[in-house]
T-cell receptor, first 114, second 120 residues
Framework: DGGITQSPKYLFRKEGQNVTLSCEQN?????MYWYRQDPGQGLRLIYY???????QKGDIAEGYSVSREKKESFPLTVTSAQKNPTAFYLC?????????????FGPGTRLTVT | AQKVTQAQTEISVVEKEDVTLDCVYE???????LFWYKQPPSGELVFLIR??????QNEISGRYSWNFQKSTSSFNFTITASQVVDSAVYFC?????????????????FGQGTILTVHP
């Protein structure tokens, strides 16, 4: 079955540690995205990638980093510089980055930093 | 700047009632796309519908229907004969091309979401 996988489902870290969230898709989509969701709020875009070896900052990129070395993979690193990292993180992909195309989402990773 | 407003934070209905979720958007562009997503308790967002700005025809898919009115910048979602399985958070989203940079990338802006609870 084609889809997007994110692992792990729940992640716990101590303050000051970097942590990397995994996102893999086998849909052969060019574009991939990372969103952050806080309780009672909509999704906010962290980073996006239109194609392999390319990525752009979204609205709230500070304290995060990404890489796109393979088409199917778009890992997100939450660094110690992110002031409030506890949140629900969702990865998405679309056939292409143009506005025409809907985005498909993974199951999410809930990160708790204490 | 683009903006999506879902004024209803929470809606509670009894099974078999009809329910309408409101969505109002703001955009400067004439070409844009509107989306609805469902987020069940499991957390994954599920794509429901995409509508472009040039197509104002209403759409029906089973118990779901969507009413797009450009004159009022609204894209409302109605569930007919609601069921317990419809309980979820529903998000309306808007995608439009940016004005600067020359990229065709469309930024997706989400509303705050409406929590729908359907009681048996």
């Amino acid at each position: 079955d084609g889809g997007i996988t994110q692992s792990p489902k729940y992640l716990f870290r101590k303050e000051g540690q970097n942590v990397t969230l995994s996102c893999e898709q086998n849909l052969n989509h060019d574009a991939m995205y990372w969103y952050r969701q806080d309780p009672g709020q909509g999704l906010r875009l962290i980073y996006y990638s239109q194609i392999v070896n390319d990525f752009q900052k979204g609205d709230i990129a500070e304290g995060y980093s990404v890489s796109r070395e393979k088409k199917e993979s778009f890992p997100l690193t939450v660094t110690s510089a992110q002031k409030n990292p506890t949140a629900f993180y969702l990865c998405a992909s679309s056939i292409a980055p143009q506005i025409t195309y809907e985005q498909y989402f993974g199951p999410g990773t809930r990160l708790t930093v204490t | 700047a683009q903006k999506v407003t879902q004024a209803q934070t929470e809606i509670s209905v009894v099974e078999k009632e009809d329910v309408t979720l409101d969505c109002v958007y703001e955009t400067r562009d004439t070409t844009y796309y509107l989306f609805w997503y469902k987020q069940p308790p499991s957390g994954e967002l599920v794509f429901l519908i995409r509508r472009n700005s040039f197509d104002e025809q209403n759409e029906i898919s089973g118990r779901y229907s969507w009413n797009f009115q450009k004159s009022t910048s609204s894209f409302n979602f109605t569930i007919t004969a609601s069921q317990v399985v419809d309980s979820a958070v529903y998000f309306c989203a808007l995608s439009e091309a940016p004005y600067a940079g020359g990229t065709s990338y469309g930024k997706l802006t989400f509303g705050q979401g409406t929590i729908l609870t359907v009681h048996p």
